[in-house]
């Protein structure tokens, strides 16, 4: 899909950016604790070969063990935080209304 199109609101246009390999193993890491769990999600959110990427989660884990923090925060080039949006779309329907009596 392009990242312009056009709506009846004029002219849209998505910004994306890929996950870097920090992001991405912190992601791996919330979803499981497992290391070469965490090596295989990081590196296919990658796109990365999976014996590279698993050396960086190593190295990770034990930075991690030694500091004992269990909390990361990913900052970006500014030190600013960055935020992944996860949307969810929730269709409500109603029920049509019973009829009582007659």
């Given at each position: ?52 990427v698993?050396?960086?989660?190593k ?44």
């Amino acid at each position: 899909m392009s990242g312009d199109w056009n709506t009846k609101y004029g002219t849209r246009r998505v910004r994306h950016d890929p996950p870097t390999l920090e992001e991405a193993i912190f992601a791996a890491i919330g979803i499981t604790d497992d290391v070469e769990a965490q090596a295989e999600i990081a590196s296919s959110l990658m796109g990365l070969p999976y014996e590279e990427v698993l050396a960086e989660v190593k190295k990770t884990a034990r930075v991690s063990a030694r500091t004992g923090t269990a909390t990361r925060v990913i900052a970006g080039e500014q030190g600013a935080q960055r935020s992944v949006v996860v949307e969810r779309r929730v269709v409500r329907r109603l029920a049509p209304a019973k009829r009582t009596g007659t």
